[in-house]
């Protein structure tokens, strides 16, 4: 299973960007995905989850009403659209694949089994 990882790039506050991550060698549909991000010098932390038909998206708290996660099964593509960007979005952003179509633990890192190089964000105030 291979996860690309790709759309970062450095942007001013309140900027956009949409990150993609293309999946090959699984079964992507059958797959729920996350979006995870590390800080420099922190830990990597969940951002955002979706279910394998999209009927189910969750956010952290951070980043609701900010980023969009979405899937095209079809290209086997995971998205996240980042609007109203912040400095504190700075990040190497990562894609995650889960073992099964609904996560429940779909917050913590352990729960996905496969995962993208990331892809560095950078914003400026």
């Known amino acids: 299973v291979q996860l690309q990882v790709s759309g970062g790039g450095l942007v001013q506050a309140g900027g956009s960007l949409r990150l993609s991550c293309a999946a090959s060698g699984c079964s992507f549909s059958r797959n729920a995905m996350g979006w995870f991000r590390q800080a420099p010098g922190k830990e990597r932390e969940y951002v955002a989850y979706?279910?394998?038909?999209?009927?189910?998206?969750y956010y952290t708290d951070s980043v609701k009403g900010r980023f969009t996660i979405s899937r095209d099964n079809a290209k086997n593509t995971l998205y996240l659209q980042m609007n109203s960007l912040k400095p504190d979005d700075t990040a190497v952003y990562y894609c995650a694949a889960g073992g099964d179509a609904y996560l429940r633990n779909y917050n913590q890192q352990k729960t996905y089994d496969y995962w993208g190089q990331g892809t560095q964000v950078t914003v400026s105030s």
């Open positions: 979706i279910n394998w038909s999209s009927t189910a998206t």
